[in-house]
């Protein structure tokens, strides 16, 4: 798609909005309607997260549709973790899981952090392998007791190891 993306960051008042599209975009892989209920209260964000300085939610929108997200949280004063990033499933392969990803990890590095940790689908393996991911463990899901997801680590390069 030719559109041009905009990135800004989440108002309180899109939690619903955002909520909504986490489930839609996870029920693209087809996992089951009784699969995307068991994820539902992991993947309902209040207003009161997207307005918390722990956290912050940033929108990919083309023209006004917001068609992704991401959300990134402080692990330490070096470390983040990705605690969300979901597209639109009509725009998924088109780019924007690419932008919002490229902003997050832009975004870690002017905040001095070294590291982006990611509890991802299965499904958003080569996704994340794409942007610079080694699986570094695993970690149960949050949303359904026993299943097993894989743990990613992003490295963020500084500008002096770009040079070298």
């Known amino acids: ?20 599209l986490a489930l839609r975009s996870k029920a693209h892989w087809g996992y089951s309607p009784e699969f995307i209920q068991s994820c539902k209260n992991e993947l309902t964000y209040q207003p ?6 722990k956290s912050q939610f940033v929108v990919a929108q083309r023209r006004s549709e ?10 330490s004063a070096r470390q983040f973790e990705l605690i969300a990033l979901f597209v639109e499933p009509e725009h998924i392969g088109d780019g924007v899981g690419r932008e919002l990803m490229k ?5 870690v590095a ?10 991802g689908d299965p499904n ?22 026993g299943r097993i997801l894989p743990l990613f680590e992003i490295l963020i390069r500084t500008p002096d190891e770009d040079v070298a």
């Not at 002017?110 to 509890?119: E, F, K, T, Y």
């Not at 958003?124 to 007791?145: D, L, N, V």
Request: hydrophobic fraction near 45%; aromatic fraction near 6%; proline fraction near 1%.
């Open 48 to 53: 009161s997260q997207i307005a918390d300085d």
């Open 103 to 107: 902003h997050a990890l832009d975004n």
């Open 1 to 20: 798609m030719t559109d041009s993306i905009a990135i800004r960051n989440a108002v309180p008042s899109e939690a619903a909005h955002l909520s909504a």
């Open 66 to 75: 917001i068609v992704g997200f991401y959300a990134l949280e402080g692990v």
């Open 110 to 119: 002017a905040r001095s952090g070294q590291s982006v940790l990611i509890q």
């Open 124 to 145: 958003a393996e080569k996704f994340y392998f794409a942007a610079g991911a080694k699986q570094i463990g695993t970690r149960e899901s949050g949303s359904i007791s």
